[in-house]
């Protein structure tokens, strides 16, 4: 008669243990390394892409729509790609603002002449890059359309809005630091009707 030795039992008994917490271990130090970076402060690389269609959609005179926000987090490089309406010259009476709201500014658009229509439609594009430097006007968190204009913008049926974020920085409280989300408006949003079309 053959007697069970418990001893392999016993050996797998404590390799189990030893994988649970090997793993729980792991799921630790990940979870913990994730807190640090976004703590830190430092730069983290994210690929978030939105594409924005206005088929159908009208901007109301002298009004805005705000289309993507990373606050608390600045995008510290970006793009963006916005096929709107434009005049016979391939200038658009539509605004792409950028900043840090309240503070937000029309950005120099570049016109694609190769994919634009003039007089009916434009593909304009822009880079997106923040200096955390504790200035506020350096600073991109917010991306809006405006329409400076006293008349109702209608846009056409392939109208768009492509956002693309390549970095984001942690810098958590920007925003209380340098005042800018405390209802003043210590930068100036533009509302002139000039588009570049480089």
Request: glycine residues 8%; contains cysteine; proline residues 6%.
């Amino acid at each position: 008669m053959k007697q069970e030795q418990p001893f392999p039992k016993f050996s797998l008994i404590i390799a189990a243990g030893f994988i649970v917490l090997l793993v729980s271990s792991i799921n630790f130090s990940f979870s913990q390394t994730d807190d640090d970076a976004s703590s830190s402060g430092e730069t983290n690389v994210v690929r978030d892409s939105v594409a924005i269609l206005l088929d159908g959609k009208s901007l109301p005179p002298n009004d805005f729509i705000h289309v993507y926000d990373t606050t608390p987090y600045i995008i510290m490089n970006g793009h963006v790609a916005a096929k709107l309406p434009c005049d016979d010259n391939s200038v658009s009476p539509v605004k792409l603002l950028i900043g840090s709201a309240p503070n937000l500014t029309a950005a120099e658009l570049e016109l694609v002449s190769e994919l634009s229509s003039p007089g009916q439609a434009c593909l304009y594009h822009a880079d997106l890059e923040s200096t955390p430097s504790g200035n506020a006007s350096n600073i991109v968190t917010d991306i809006a359309l405006q329409n400076p204009t006293g008349n109702e913008i209608n846009f056409n049926p392939t109208d768009s809005v492509v956002i693309g974020i390549n970095e984001i920085h942690g810098e958590g409280q920007h925003g209380s630091e340098e005042g800018q989300h405390d209802g003043e408006n210590t930068g100036d949003t533009d509302t002139s009707n000039d588009t570049s079309d480089e």
